[in-house]
């Protein structure tokens, strides 16, 4: 396999899983952005030589033609697409033209261009396999099943560390105070989306494309024990579900073997470990972020794609201490007003990413709602 993000919080973990079990899985390929140090150091480790970095670097290869050369080696099989945000898209077009098989953690590829990657992907005969927690534990329920029997998907989201608070409360939260998580330990950007719940937004349009349901099939609860990690409920009433310990090596190894189930070595989860498990609804008037991410996928076409680019770029200026935590879904929200929506294509797209980034700068700029 090649992991593209391989130096970030995901593509450590993988090379954790693949450590433990090295007579089922080989890496053949890394790529990362700009962590030349640690790359080499995975190279070494796991005796890999096509290496690339996505910003320029002397020694390595590098630059977006590099990492899309490691996606589509001739011996890559599975490509792990675990990189921050939308970077992680053109080559994971790529990688689906050359007919490999995808484990996509990256949400905001989905959230961006599902309208194409999906069609795009049937058309090669390539199974994108997610990573994401609450989609890996929906993939699992729904094996077998078609998506006109599914009522609805029941996504649940920990709530943050700010769950509880009102926006009132939310006006000078610090960058440390947002990347406490209660249950889950990640990479800086999805942690704020996690504050925000904008990561829910973003996940539910990732549901909306993987399963091939409306969004507004897909609903969000809070289930602060991350322990459910999503509820599928049939037409007929059933509720399924997929439960499991916080700890993202379990969906890396499940999507790793699939469509194998075998011994992970992580310990199981049992109900006596967590018997109290709560759920409740979510406060849709503090965390405005999931309900603009719904409306963006309701609008469709490059929308959703505009809206995640204010949301990374207003994310990233919070997390270097640029921005307020209340500019992120304001920046959002700005963006999503001006921004024009057109049919997707891969051109579209690119567009409405740079254009979108270009004015939640202006906006965060200027500090307060246009
Ligand atoms: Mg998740």
Redesign the pocket.
Known sequence: MAILGSTGSIGTQTLDVISRHPDRFQVVGLAARRNAALLQEQARRFDVRRLALYEPTAGVPSGMEAVVDVATAPDVDLVVVCVAGVIGLLPTVRAIEAGKAVALAS?EVLVAAGEIVMPLAKQHGVEIVPI????CAVFQCLRGYRPDQVRKLILTASGGPFRGRKTADLADVTVEQALNHPTWRMGGKITVDSATLM?KGL?TIEAKWLFGLSIDQVEVQIHPQSVVHSLVVMRDGSALGQLGWPDMRLPIFVALSHPERVESGLPPWSPLDTPNLTFEGVDEQTFRCLPLARESARIGGTMPCAMNAANEEAANAFLAGKARFLQIPETVETVMVRHHSVAATLESLIEADREARELARESLLSGSRA
């Open positions: 949400k994401d927690s609450e989609h990561n996940e």
